[in-house]
């Protein structure tokens, strides 16, 4: 009776740990439908990376797309799906940023390259709409795991047709080998341009078009492709990017692992911190808390338990 009474009580204080850091994490969401007319500031950084290998041509991807929005919107800021589209030749997108983003990828898993794909925080390969279920499995995990993270800030602006982010917080966890910042910018509802096969849609979600790094132990920007603008002399203290108008777009700041460091071993490939920032519609189904339904069961049952043994001792 002891250890299934010790192990009804560690599952409901994880599963009620889990809940309480899901319900104090709110998403940064801006919805287009609103005008723009002030600085938005943007603070966080347990968010959970989700990487998205797709492809326009690709039929099971177009099909699962819709669906992972709504996944998105539904964990709030938990987690962050990044969709990165291949310069194949074939895909109607093939941005230069997202091919940066693949190869580095493959540094961490060589085998990558079938579409869907989907790697949660530098971690195992899982491919296919019906590998969800171990997707969602390996983001519970993470979330357990993920007691220590950097906290990260920026402020975004708007002026005229230009949109400019920049670095405003800063407190990295400590780890011995070298890391950089990174700006992320994706588009949601990007049209999808005539002359491509195209199985399903007009247009897809979350497309990563543009990517900048500064590498913090050298201070200095060491990619900058699709944005406009990309400019640092200290990392942590001023490193901002500036794009054009976009009529929908996310932004995401990681803090993570050098490339020349993942060279070095592949194992580092997990972020040691993450905030997004999303201008779009969003639209949260509250019946999709299944976190929060899972606990109060839980807890039901226990409740209903004491109070039996009680009656019965």
Same mark, same amino acid.
């Given at each position: 009776?002891?250890?299934?009474?010790?192990?009804?009580?560690?599952?409901?204080?994880?599963?009620?740990?889990?809940?309480?850091?899901?319900?104090?994490?709110?998403?940064?969401?801006?919805?287009?439908?609103?005008?723009?007319?002030?600085?938005?500031?943007?603070?966080?950084?347990?968010?959970?990376?989700?990487?998205?290998?797709?492809?326009?041509?690709?039929?099971?991807?177009?099909?699962?797309?819709?669906?992972?929005?709504?996944?998105?919107?539904?964990?709030?800021?938990?987690?962050?799906?990044?969709?990165?589209?291949?310069?194949?030749?074939?895909?109607?997108?093939?941005?230069?940023?997202?091919?940066?983003?693949?190869?580095?990828?493959?540094?961490?898993?060589?085998? #990558?390259?079938?579409?869907?794909?989907? &790697?949660? !925080? *530098?971690?195992?390969?899982?491919? @296919?709409?019906?590998?969800?279920?171990? /997707?969602?499995?390996?983001?519970?995990?993470?979330?357990?795991?993920?007691?220590?993270?950097?906290?990260?800030?920026?402020?975004?602006?708007?002026?005229?047709?230009?949109?400019?982010?920049?670095?405003?917080?800063?407190?990295?966890?400590?780890?011995?080998?070298?890391?950089?910042?990174?700006?992320? #910018?994706?588009?949601?509802?990007?049209? &999808?341009? !005539? *002359?491509?096969?195209?199985?399903? @849609?007009?247009?897809?979600?979350?497309? /990563?078009?543009?990517?900048?790094?500064?590498?913090?132990?050298?201070?200095?920007?060491?990619?900058?492709?699709?944005?406009?603008?990309?400019?640092?002399?200290?990392?942590?203290?001023?490193?901002?990017?500036?794009?054009?108008?976009?009529?929908?777009?996310?932004?995401?700041?990681?803090?993570?692992?050098?490339?020349?460091?993942?060279?070095?071993?592949?194992?580092?490939?997990?972020?040691?911190?993450?905030?997004?920032?999303?201008?779009?519609?969003?639209?949260?189904?509250?019946?999709?808390?299944?976190?929060?339904?899972?606990?109060?069961?839980?807890?039901?049952?226990?409740?209903?338990?004491?109070?039996?043994?009680?009656?019965?001792?």
């Amino acid at each position: 009776m002891f250890d299934r009474r010790m192990a009804l009580t560690v599952l409901i204080t994880v599963l009620i740990t889990l809940s309480m850091q899901s319900s104090n994490v709110t998403a940064v969401v801006k919805e287009p439908s609103s005008q723009w007319q002030e600085e938005v500031n943007v603070l966080g950084g347990r968010t959970i990376l989700v990487e998205e290998l797709s492809a326009t041509w690709c039929t099971s991807c177009a099909e699962i797309d819709p669906y992972l929005q709504q996944v998105a919107d539904s964990h709030g800021s938990r987690i962050s799906i990044v969709t990165y589209h291949p310069t194949d030749g074939e895909d109607a997108f093939q941005p230069e940023a997202a091919s940066h983003r693949i190869d580095r990828m493959k540094m961490i898993n060589p085998e #990558l390259g079938s579409t869907p794909a989907f &790697v949660v !925080e *530098g971690g195992e390969v899982r491919v @296919g709409p019906n590998s969800w279920p171990d /997707v969602q499995k390996d983001i519970l995990k993470k979330e357990t795991e993920n007691q220590q993270y950097s906290q990260l800030g920026f402020n975004i602006n708007k002026n005229s047709d230009e949109y400019t982010a920049k670095i405003t917080n800063f407190n990295p966890i400590y780890v011995e080998y070298e890391t950089q910042l990174t700006f992320i #910018l994706m588009k949601h509802e990007l049209a &999808v341009p !005539e *002359g491509f096969v195209n199985p399903a @849609g007009d247009s897809r979600d979350r497309v /990563v078009t543009a990517v900048a790094t500064c590498n913090l132990a050298q201070n200095n920007i060491t990619q900058s492709v699709g944005f406009t603008q990309a400019i640092s002399n200290n990392c942590s203290d001023n490193f901002s990017v500036t794009f054009n108008n976009s009529e929908k777009f996310s932004l995401v700041l990681i803090h993570e692992t050098t490339e020349n460091e993942l060279a070095s071993n592949s194992k580092l490939g997990e972020n040691l911190g993450l905030v997004e920032f999303a201008y779009r519609d969003i639209t949260i189904d509250e019946t999709d808390d299944y976190l929060s339904i899972v606990v109060a069961s839980i807890a039901s049952m226990g409740i209903l338990w004491a109070i039996y043994e009680r009656k019965t001792s």
